[in-house]
């Protein structure tokens, strides 16, 4: 039996939708629904988006409600002006690159023109208003309820995703894996990663308006883009084995477990850093990065005396030059990610605090 979790996103629009119909039915609006629709519409899944788009909104509602007046009082109620309204509304959010809130301006217009009636103008108004209370309702339950937690969201989207894609890496290296369902999880890790983005742009736009937090947070938004940098190496490295196992078959002996033995070493190094960042594993040591810098010249060195070997097959070590540049290249993003982390908590540790809390199943 599976369940279904209630998102924050999910109960605020509930949130709002409810709060612009109590306070239409409150003042005695006949029509309540376009209130509720214009809540619905209104509602941002941050603070500082609903901050940046409240005045943005307003005004396309002005703007539509102005549009839709005019040409209803120059030329009726005919479909074909509703639909040359809703052109220009269109086309000027466009060129003022205002998309986002072109679907509320749209819902303005139609719900000023749809009906024809004796005392337009008295309709007109209560249509704009019961549209502002909708937007306004939105922003209140945005400003007031569940304020998101998207570093908690993204930490945890970013260490799943992570978990898969290094799964999948020590099973090819151990020429384990089925490539049927490799194949169907790439499809799969690709969205997972898109998400990831879009949860850390919204993550970007957050602000804390005292300026100590505020600092902290910009930290962390240099971490968590470190973070994606490391898994999107990670997964590219996954597609590079993937489609060059056969290659790294025909390598000597020597060669395949360098490689396996570095993949298996720079995988733990990843989850360890991961787990570091909530403070389940201490800072690392010059051991560990001594470790990470010899791997990578031992895998360099031998790569190149076996390239180097008047015996070797060029043509067919050439296709091994992408799978070694992305092994050193993800060392590289992970030393990164380690000194990022280690610095972080090592200057102004009081300030940089982690809002991570143990994945709800």
Request: charged content about 20%; overall charge neutral.
């Amino acid at each position: 039996m599976t369940t279904m979790r209630l998102g924050a996103r999910i109960f605020k629009t509930g949130l709002a939708v409810t709060l612009a119909l109590y306070v239409a039915m409150w003042i005695g609006y006949p029509s309540i629904a376009f209130a509720g629709l214009a809540a619905f519409l209104a509602v941002q899944p941050s603070i500082h988006k609903s901050f940046l788009l409240i005045w943005d909104q307003i005004q396309a509602n002005v703007v539509s409600a102005f549009l839709a007046i005019v040409f209803v009082l120059t030329f009726g109620h005919e479909p074909f002006v509703v639909g040359v309204v809703i052109m220009l509304v269109i086309a000027i959010h466009i060129r003022f690159n205002k998309e986002a809130i072109i679907p509320l301006a749209v819902v303005t217009a139609i719900a000023i023109m749809g009906t024809p009636t004796d005392d337009f103008i008295t309709f007109a108004t209560d249509r704009f208003l019961l549209i502002i209370i909708g937007v306004l309702s939105a922003f209140i339950v945005n400003l007031i309820f569940l304020p998101p937690k998207h570093e908690n969201l993204l930490y945890h989207k970013i260490v799943s995703t992570n978990e898969q894609i290094i799964q999948w890496i020590r099973l090819l290296a151990r020429h384990e894996a089925d490539h049927r369902t490799l194949k169907k999880d790439i499809g799969k890790l690709k969205e997972s990663l898109f998400k990831i983005e879009n949860t850390f742009q919204l993550y970007k736009e957050e602000r804390n308006y005292l300026r100590k937090n505020e600092y902290a947070r910009l930290r962390k938004v240099v971490l968590f883009r470190q973070m994606i940098a490391s898994t999107n190496k990670a997964i590219s490295i996954l597609k590079s084995i993937s489609k060059y196992e056969n290659t790294i078959h025909q390598f000597p002996d020597e060669m395949q477990d360098l490689i396996k033995e570095q993949l298996e070493y720079l995988t733990n190094y990843h989850e360890r850093i991961l787990l570091k960042y909530t403070g389940k594993v201490r800072a690392t040591n010059d051991e560990v990065n001594n470790e990470v810098s010899v791997g990578k010249q031992q895998l360099t060195d031998t790569f190149l005396i076996f390239y180097e070997d008047p015996e070797t097959n060029r043509a067919d070590w050439t296709n091994s030059i992408p799978i070694v540049a992305l092994i050193i290249e993800y060392s590289d993003e992970l030393a990164h990610l380690d000194q990022l982390v280690d610095g972080f908590f090592k200057y102004h540790r009081d300030k940089n605090a982690v809002n991570v809390s143990e994945k709800q199943l």
